[in-house]
């Protein structure tokens, strides 16, 4: 599929949400894309505000088509949502491996070598329509809270892993975020070469926050993500929600936790934060030629999350990778350890 086929698609879905259709992980997708520029913004204002104005239609295909031929990455997450939500309703999604005929993966015309990385690639855009990763990482920076200066702030510093950090409620604004946020020198540079430009947006425009109200209560939100080496579907997502008191943070933290996917269990692991909770992301990857899952082989193990609370700050790590990135749990408890000491540090400056 060409580039103007795939813009075409994109933008009759985002079409079809725009006109009352239930939001897709596609159509959020699309839109956190085309919202890290000012043409794609532009673009979609028109396309909301009348989304069967041919010209606004035009617009935002236009706009999606240099977004897809300037980002590899997007246009292949992209083409697997498509063409995953157009298998729901035409047929099935078809699943080869040594237990069948080929290696390959079929998505309708798309097709994806049955490797433990294209297999990563399918279960991480699963995962992604699954639980709406959030702030799909996509370079650019949007600001949304202009007010940096931090209100009433007082911390003791306290070591990443104690069940109890003292840090008070706080109106934090972006910078604030900011600097919380892990920088190039917090992650492995080997295994996680390639980092994302942060981004910042409304908790509203957050996909994992979207379907929780008290989530929408935070004053600033933003994240930012380490790819691995081409290929080998690794990576690591930091995300970080301000909220103006601890117990507005603390209902927005339950709200996240008990929205996870029956998919997702709960783990129990090391304690972050004044309250955290570990998941585990597991998928079924392997199915029948008549579509249905291959029973006898269990979900596979793709990555693992942890959402933690301290103090106003709501953060989750998530973690895409294979035996030799995720390392047990023990890769994700020391980044987790080293955002919570992040925040606690950063929070009173």
């Known amino acids: 599929m060409n580039q103007n086929d795939l813009a075409a698609m994109a933008t009759q879905a985002l079409i079809s949400v725009l006109g009352g259709a239930a939001s897709t992980a596609t159509s959020q997708l699309i839109q956190d894309r085309l919202n890290h520029s000012a043409r794609?913004?532009?673009a979609l204002d028109g396309l909301s505000a009348s989304p069967s104005d041919p010209t606004a239609q035009q617009d935002v295909q236009a706009a999606l088509t240099d977004e897809i031929s300037g980002g590899a990455e997007f246009a292949d997450r992209l083409a697997l949502l498509l063409h995953a939500s157009t298998q729901q309703t035409t047929?099935?999604?078809?699943?080869?491996g040594s237990r069948l005929k080929h290696n390959q993966i079929a998505l309708g015309p798309l097709t994806i070598n049955n490797t433990s990385a294209g297999r990563m690639l399918l279960a991480a855009a699963i995962a992604l329509a699954l639980i709406l990763l959030a702030l799909a990482a996509y370079g650019g920076v949007r600001l949304i809270n202009t007010d940096d200066t931090p209100n009433?702030?007082?911390?003791?510093?306290?070591?990443?892993?104690?069940?109890?950090?003292?840090?008070t409620a706080s109106a934090a604004g972006t910078a604030t975020i900011r600097k919380m946020l892990p920088e190039r020198s917090d992650v492995?540079?080997?295994?996680f070469p390639k980092a994302?430009?942060?981004?910042?947006a409304p908790a509203t425009r957050v996909p994992s926050c979207q379907s929780v109200p008290e989530c929408h209560k935070a004053t600033a939100a933003g994240n930012v993500t380490y790819d691995g080496v081409e290929g080998t579907g690794h990576s690591v997502d930091f995300v970080l929600f301000a909220f103006p008191d601890a117990d507005s943070a603390h209902l927005a933290y339950v709200g996240l936790v008990n929205s996870h996917h029956p998919n997702h269990p709960k783990v129990q692991l090391a304690k972050r934060g004044e309250e955290s909770q570990f998941f585990e992301y597991r998928e079924q990857t392997y199915y029948h030629s008549d579509g249905s899952p291959d029973l006898d082989i269990p979900p596979e193990l793709i990555g693992r999350y942890v959402w933690f609370r301290q103090g106003?700050?709501?953060?989750?790590?998530e973690q895409f990778g294979g035996d030799a990135a995720l390392q047990?749990?023990?890769?994700?408890?020391?980044?987790?350890?080293?955002?919570?000491?992040?925040?606690?540090?950063?929070?009173?400056?």
């Open 328 to 349: 047990g749990s023990a890769r994700l408890l020391d980044m987790s350890a080293m955002f919570a000491d992040r925040i606690v540090r950063f929070q009173g400056r």
């Open 188 to 191: 492995d540079a080997k295994l």
């Open 91 to 96: 047929g099935s999604v078809v699943i080869t």
């Open 40 to 42: 794609g913004r532009t």
């Open 312 to 317: 106003p700050f709501v953060a989750v790590v």
């Open 152 to 167: 009433s702030q007082t911390t003791t510093r306290h070591g990443a892993s104690d069940s109890k950090p003292s840090v």
């Open 196 to 200: 994302e430009a942060p981004e910042f």
